[in-house]
Structures are given as C-alpha cells and as structure tokens.
C-alpha cells in the first residue's frame, strides 16, 4: 500500500494507506470525505455546553485522539471508519446524556443530522467539497482520469505527502527541501561544532603559557647571565 500524507497548506491532517491501483478518480473523494469528518468531530467537540461536555468529556477525548493530527507523528494511518467511530462514539454519550432527544436547532443535532450551517464562519472555510477536491503531489495535480500508481509507480512500499484544496487554487506551495526536524539537527550539529571550534581556539589562546617568552621568569635569569645555565654533570 502506498502511504499517503495529506496535508493542507503546511500543516498535517492525517496518513492514508491507498493502493496503487486506486483510482484518484474515486480517491479524491474519499481523501475529502476524511478531512470533513475530521472537522465534523471537532466541531462536535466543541460544540457541547458545559454541562454536556463535563459528562462526556472522556469521550470527547477519544473521539479527539482518533482524529488527531498526532497520529501522523504516531504512524498512525486514519480511515473513514475511524472517523465514523468517532462520530458513533459522540453520537451514543449524547443520548445517554440526552435520552428524550435534542432538539432540532441544536448545533449537536444539527452536526448528526448534517443539516449545519456554517455559512459566513472560519470553519466552513475549512470545509472542501468532495466535488471540487484536488489533490498535488510534488507540484503535480494527480488527475482524476488517472491512476496512483501512474504517478508513484509499481513500488507500493513508500509514503508520499500529498496537498488537499479545492479546485481553481493553483498549485499549493512546494515542500521544502529538508524536513523541519532535519533543518533542527543540522542547526544544532553546526551548533555543536562551532562550540567545540570555540573550544580549541580557548585551549590555543592558552598555550602561550607553555612559550619560553611567557615565563615571568626567563627576563630575569636572562639578565643575570643563567639563561643557558645546566646543572649537573655532563
């Protein structure tokens, strides 16, 4: 399987394992449809008063777990399953909290039910059609009409990090050349290096104690004509 790692702009979402022989055609879709459950829990929880969030904040807490961005760091791939547990797992301990229902205005329900409106609001920006997905991998849009694998080849053991937006974005900006994580074990291998080159130019600032020229010593027997002096025989 092909390990994909979506992200959106610079910041990760989630690791998905596709095959080769996946159609983008069907995979856009589906990569949207995760995204957009993702934001779904979170807005659930999120969304539940204080009273609500007290009794269920355990499960709030898992549901939040299942989608977190740290799963990437985990190597932890996510599937529409899991976001689907998620949802079940929030929609079950508001009945138990809510046993007569909530009622149809709920910002809750209406999260259930998919009838939210987060029109005019930061997350329904955040939110992308399955119908206008669009998905790049190394500035390249990865066509609908085509393949995984006519882009990633036949080898299905390797991960690549794939960008999620919306159609009529233009190409989303390239990732850099080395990884946050190896551009701060470089700066600190150049760190230590320039520490210890501080080091040794200390310790040869110091070896001009050893030179005959700084013995408070040598003026003064060089006066006195025992400069060159040897005692003992010969």
Same mark, same amino acid.
């Given at each position: ?39 779904? !829990? ?6 539940? %008063?204080?009273?609500?969030?007290? !009794? ?19 190597? !932890? ?138 013995? %408070? ?18």
């Amino acid at each position: 399987m092909v390990r994909l790692h979506v992200k959106r702009g610079d910041q990760s979402q989630f690791l998905l394992e596709a095959a080769g022989s996946d159609r983008l055609a069907d995979l856009a879709p589906l990569v949207a449809r995760i995204y957009n459950g993702r934001l779904k !829990v979170q807005r659930l929880c999120s969304a539940p %008063n204080e009273k609500m969030q007290q !009794v269920i904040r355990k499960t709030i807490e898992e549901a939040k777990a299942l989608i977190s961005k740290k799963q990437v760091q985990a190597n !932890v791939c996510v599937n529409m399953e899991m976001v689907k547990d998620a949802l079940d797992q929030l929609r079950g301990a508001v009945m138990i909290v809510y046993p007569m229902g909530l009622p149809p205005y709920d910002p809750v329900r209406m999260e259930f039910e998919d009838k939210e409106d987060l029109s005019g609001t930061h997350a329904g920006l955040d939110i992308i059609k399955e119908s206008e997905v669009q998905l790049w991998w190394a500035a390249k849009e990865l066509k609908e009409t085509k393949l995984l694998s006519d882009y990633v080849g036949k080898n299905e053991k390797t991960t690549i990090i794939v960008k999620i937006q919306e159609k009529g974005q233009g190409a989303p900006g390239r990732e850099p050349v080395i990884s946050h994580e190896e551009q701060k074990q470089m700066m600190l291998y150049y760190y230590k290096k320039q520490e210890e080159l501080k080091k040794l130019e200390e310790d040869d600032d110091d070896s001009f104690l050893d030179a005959e020229w700084a013995d %408070n010593h040598a003026l003064k027997r060089q006066f006195h004509g025992v400069k060159d002096i040897k005692w003992g025989p010969r």
